[in-house]
C-alpha cells in the first residue's frame, strides 16, 4: 500500500530517516517502471534509462536509502528523466 507523502506528513528528503527514504525509493521504482511501459509504447528514446534506473531503485531500495547522498544522487536522476519524458509527450502533444 503507497504512503501518503502529502499534507502534514511532508517532509525535506534530508530530513528524513533511512526508512522514509526507502519509501520515497520504492513509489519511485515503480513510477519509473510504469513510465518507461508507456515511453516505450511512444517509442521515447529514454525508456530503457528509465527502465534501468527503475530496477535498479527497485532490486537496491535499502542500500540506497541507507546512504543519504547516494539516495539525493538517486532521487534527483528519476526527477530528472521523469521530467524529461513528460517535456518530451507534452511537446508532441501540441
Do not use: C, P
Request: hydrophobic share 45%.
Amino acid at each position: 500500500m503507497a504512503q501518503d507523502f502529502g499534507g502534514s506528513n511532508r517532509k525535506i528528503f534530508s530530513e528524513m530517516n533511512a526508512s522514509e527514504r526507502d519509501a520515497v525509493l520504492q513509489e519511485l521504482s515503480k513510477t519509473l517502471r510504469f513510465r518507461a511501459l508507456a515511453s516505450r509504447a511512444v517509442a521515447y528514446e529514454r525508456w530503457q534509462d528509465m527502465d534501468a534506473l527503475g530496477e535498479r531503485i527497485e532490486r537496491d531500495h535499502e542500500t540506497i536509502a541507507a546512504d543519504l547522498e547516494g539516495a539525493a544522487v538517486t532521487v534527483l536522476e528519476a526527477v530528472r528523466l521523469l521530467s524529461e519524458v513528460e517535456q518530451n509527450l507534452s511537446a508532441t502533444r501540441h
